[in-house]
Every structure is written in structure tokens, then in C-alpha cells.
């Protein structure tokens, strides 16, 4: 007993110590304001969104938030934030998800959280040495495809002797592209095919210049090819409604798009703080391209990218959690 008294004593004075730096650990959660739960953070599958993911949980993690990660299908994560099992959204893109994050905002649960600086495109496109080698006199105007003498210089040997456009993955706009080159009155000699990602798209640019064919692809802005010579087609002008999921004939191009950002109606309870600065948070057509160029050109992991973003761009982002 005589020789295990300072034993326990100094047993007591540990345990006493981890008890009060667990407390004040929380405390400083506390004293935020935002509980220590999770900020659940949705990642997609193009590298803006997924390079973002990071940037903004980073920039929650050095508010004392805890943040994860979960893979989730960009149509259906907009359901997830209503019924809570995600808690944000960073990239909203009007054309493509527009119409799963209106359904959701209408059901209740999710809450829209304002836009970025950026506006968006998204629609088809090519890179400019397309028309530079002569492959499609006319372009960007949309009339031009309806020349056979183009249709014909990209042809594929999957594309059953028609001109081929390389769609992005199905679960973006499902059947958008197809049924707009049939509305088009392009279906005789056009086809659609789709990619099985994003990189497939990047591929096909290189492919298709390798093989000296025409290529037609899916591409975005703000993307790490803006500025790098893509033209995106100039399609009769996007009206609301004009969208046959929106009851329109489907002759028209994709809009002059918002980029929005979404939440779970819940955090701005739950996480008080790092709501505010979710709502603050804007990102520029150039921040975001950085961020895409950071993966595609420059071949870093998604993780290396945010990281190396944040330490570029502390005057951004530092005046968000101010
Ligand atoms: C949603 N996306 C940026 C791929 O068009």
C-alpha cells in the first residue's frame, strides 16, 4: 500500500489531465458554437468538384470542424442533403442538376445557400484545331453539323458511319444530348455515345488529334481548359422550359448557368459557424479552373490539389472565416 500510494497518485493526476484537456478540447468546440459531429462533404466525378471537396473541408478543419468524405451520385445527393445524410453541396450546376436541386429545395430539407462568383456551360464542343484543319467549315454555329461533308470527318469505328459526339457519363443529364441532336433534325447523321468519365473525355481530345479526325465532346467552364483553345457549339439559345424533362421541344442549348452551393436545413444549427462561412464562400470561373489543372494537367491527387490550392490561395479563402 506504502509503495503503490504515489502510484495511484500519479495514475489520478494522468487520468486528471487527459479529462481536462478532453474538456478543453471541447470546449473549443463549444466555444464556436459548432458541434463536434461530422460536416458531411459529397464528392462527384469531375475534379473541380472533388478537388473542392477538400479545399472546403480544409478550410472547415482549420475552423475546428470535423469533416468526412462520402462518394455519392450527383443527381441523387441532392435528396441525401434533404433528408440529411450529407450536409452540403459546393457544386450545384444549373443545367446538369438544376432540376434534381429545385425538386429537393420544393420537398424541404434542403436549403438553397447562394451562388459562386462563377457562372457556368455545359454543353458540347470541340477543341479549335477542329475547325483550324478545316473539318467543319461554319462551326461554332450549330448549322454546321448539318453538313454531311463535316458529319463525315468524325466518324468512329463504333459510330455506325455517322459523326460521333462523346457525351460525359449518363448520370449527368441522362438523355439531354441525344434527344437534342434527334430534336435538331442531326439524328441522320450524327450519333451520341457516352463516356464512362470524365478522363474518357480528356482521352478522346488526344486520341482524336493523334488519329487527325474530327472530335465533338462534353466539356464545361470553368474547367482546366478554358483559355486552352475549346469552343463550345453555339446551339439555337436555352429558354426556360425548353428542356423536354421541363416539357419543351429539346432545340435548344444548354443556359448561362448558376453554380450554386446547397445545405441541410439543419446546419445552420448544428454547425453555426461553419454555415456562415459556407455562405460566404465564392469561388471565381478562375479558382475553379486552378483547382481542375491542379488534377488534369498537373496530375496531382485530388488531396495533394486542395492542399496545394489552400496554400496559394490564403488571402481567398481566409477572408471567408473572418
Ligand atoms: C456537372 N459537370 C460539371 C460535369 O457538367
Known sequence: MKNKLPLLIGAIVVIAGLVFFMGGGDKTAKKSGD????????????????????????IFESMGNNVSYVNADSQAVYESIRIGDVTISHEV???????????????????D??????????DMGYPNW???????????????????????????????????????????????IPQRVDALGLGDLWMVK????ADALWAELVAAEKEGRGTIIFNWTPNFTDGAGFTFI???????????????????????????????????????NAAAVFKKMSFT???????????????????????KWLADNEKVWKKFIK
Open 93 to 111: 450546376w444549373e443545367s446538369a442538376f438544376g432540376k434534381s436541386f429545385t425538386t429537393a429545395l420544393d420537398k424541404g430539407g434542403l436549403l
Open 234 to 272: 453555339d446551339f439555337p439559345p436555352y429558354t426556360a422550359g425548353c428542356r423536354p424533362e421541363d416539357g419543351g421541344d429539346g432545340k435548344c442549348g444548354s443556359p448561362d448557368g448558376y453554380l450554386k452551393k446547397a445545405v441541410h436545413e439543419d446546419f445552420p444549427k448544428t454547425h453555426p
Open 113 to 122: 445557400w447562394g451562388d459562386h462568383e462563377a457562372r457556368t456551360l455545359e
Open 285 to 307: 470561373t478562375s479558382h475553379i479552373g486552378a483547382m481542375a489543372a491542379l488534377v488534369d494537367i498537373d496530375k496531382m491527387t485530388h488531396e495533394d490539389a486542395a492542399k
Open 194 to 197: 457516352f463516356a464512362g468519365s
Open 130 to 176: 477542329v475547325v483550324d484543319k478545316g473539318l467543319c467549315p461554319g462551326l461554332p454555329d450549330w448549322t454546321a453539323l448539318k453538313n454531311p461533308d463535316c458529319a463525315k470527318n468524325f466518324v468512329t469505328p463504333d459510330s455506325g458511319g455517322k459523326g460521333r459526339m462523346l457525351e460525359g457519363p449518363q448520370t449527368w443529364h441522362g438523355d439531354l
Open 35 to 58: 458541434s463536434s459531429a461530422p460536416i458531411v462533404i459529397p464528392t462527384h466525378n469531375w475534379s473541380s468538384q472533388i478537388v473542392m471537396a477538400y479545399v472546403i473541408g480544409g
